[in-house]
């Protein structure tokens, strides 16, 4: 695991404003698409086989999660509740280094602790999922 | 003086002067086994093997006779293949001008279509995401476009794919109309997510040799032409999600260089692992999904 803080270099991604942009972009779509009413996605593995997928609750994680119900959260899908904070603390951090022209963190993962932690945390998403849902 | 463009593990080391080059070679600035490309070679090749560069060597004094050999014993020729790389000259829609447009996009869509192997081996790695996420917005729109079209056109006739799930949103007027003007935004959208998700999985299965642009430049070009394939009536919204697999595999393979097996598996996963990741990648080719003929 490599760790390290800098300029961005000429030509490099702006991860930073790319990322922040996404989020709330489809986070404010999200929103709209639920105040109209429009249909939710249905999961198609829960469909199938009746069983929860790692992902199922996901939706109802994240309209818990945007009411600071983060223990509803939790409960609905607690992998995703996770995801939402690291995505909620992303976001400050991307918009604090943009306005104020700070370095950047860069963090390099290698493959052999990427694969046990999110297969890992996966797995006992879905084990929770299977005992709860 | 010939400008030679050097190359090492993919990344672009610059455009120098032969006499630069030469001199890079002498003080190690490059190396021999770096690709140099100039004006009028077909392929990427070697420093070393390029002749303005090639190290005069003595000619090799001849072989001794093997006396243990009979001297009728023919001896095998075995061809040696000079192994080609294809010089990363851009995909025709990287080299457009401003009175070629249309071309350069059709073009592009072919040649990912018909040549993906090809296509990818040629396709940039870097130079920023504006190129491909035009390509992306244009046609990941026209597609879900012709495919919003084909839909209105199917409940005209009484024909609807049903109203449940997303094809429910076809006989809302207003949202429609608003889904229709947010099409580029989704479409953009998608791209991002699907890319980041493909990414992870291609990191996760050691395929990623080249950085997440790469990985964001072969969906924005093969889901942006699989995308149009929704052109075609009723079975479009299935061709195009299946010929995104196809080309986003093979895209993945040839542009991080890197097995095959792997590329399949890191698109497939996010399907097979959840469909949370199949309704990610069903939104950077939502014109199949809105359609609702995968039903």
Not at chain 2, 26 to 43: A, C, E
Not at chain 2, 277 to 288: E, R
Request: hydrophobic share 50%; with cysteine; net charge positive.
């Amino acid at each position: 695991m490599r760790f390290e803080v800098r300029r961005l270099r000429a030509g490099e991604l702006d991860h930073e404003l790319i990322w922040l942009a996404v989020t709330i972009t489809s986070a404010v779509l999200l929103c709209a698409w639920l105040r109209v009413g429009l249909p939710l996605p249905q999961c198609i593995f829960h469909t199938l086989l009746g069983i929860p997928c790692v992902t199922c609750g996901s939706t109802h994680a994240a309209l818990a999660f945007s009411h600071g119900d983060f223990s509803g959260a939790w409960r609905f899908n607690p992998l995703a509740t996770l995801s939402y904070f690291a995505v909620a603390i992303y976001d400050v951090y991307a918009l604090l280094v943009l306005v104020r022209r700070r370095p950047r963190f860069r963090l390099a993962i290698s493959r052999h602790y990427l694969v046990p932690l999110i297969s890992g945390a996966a797995l006992l998403n879905w084990i929770y999922l299977l005992r709860h849902l | 003086m010939a400008m030679i463009h050097v190359s090492r593990s993919g990344a672009t080391l610059g455009i120098f002067e032969e006499e630069k080059v030469r001199e890079g070679l002498r003080t190690g600035q490059f190396i021999g086994t770096d690709l140099g490309w100039t004006d009028g070679m077909p392929t990427w090749r070697p420093l070393s093997e390029l002749e303005s560069f090639r190290v005069p060597t003595p000619a090799p004094p001849p072989p001794q006779v093997d006396v243990s050999l009979p001297a009728t014993t023919p001896q095998p020729v075995v061809p040696v293949a000079t192994p080609t790389i294809t010089a990363r000259t851009g995909l025709p829609w990287e080299n457009r001008t401003s009175d070629n447009f249309f071309n350069a996009l059709i073009e592009t869509v072919m040649m990912v279509l018909s040549k993906p192997d090809h296509a990818f081996a040629i396709m940039k790695r870097e130079g920023g995401l504006g190129d491909p996420l035009l390509y992306a917005v244009i046609c990941g729109s026209a597609g879900s476009l012709i495919s919003l079209l084909y839909q209105f056109f199917m409940k005209s006739l009484g024909m609807g794919f049903g109203r449940t799930g997303l094809g429910g949103l076809f006989g809302l007027g207003f949202v429609s109309i608003l889904i229709i003007i947010f099409i580029p935004v989704f479409v953009l959208l998608g791209i991002f997510i699907g890319s980041a998700i493909t990414h992870v999985c291609l990191m996760i299965v050691g395929g990623a040799k080249y950085p997440f642009e790469t990985t964001l430049r072969v969906l924005s070009y093969g889901n942006g032409s699989a995308h149009l394939l929704n052109v075609i009536p009723f079975c479009g919204g299935l061709i195009a999600v299946v010929a995104a697999l196809i080309v986003g595999s093979i895209g993945l393979a040839r542009a991080h260089e890197t097995d095959t097996w792997r590329a399949v598996v890191a698109v497939l996963l996010p399907m097979i692992v959840c469909c949370g990741g199949a309704i990610f990648f069903g939104a950077a080719i939502i014109g199949g999904a809105m359609a609702g003929n995968w039903h």
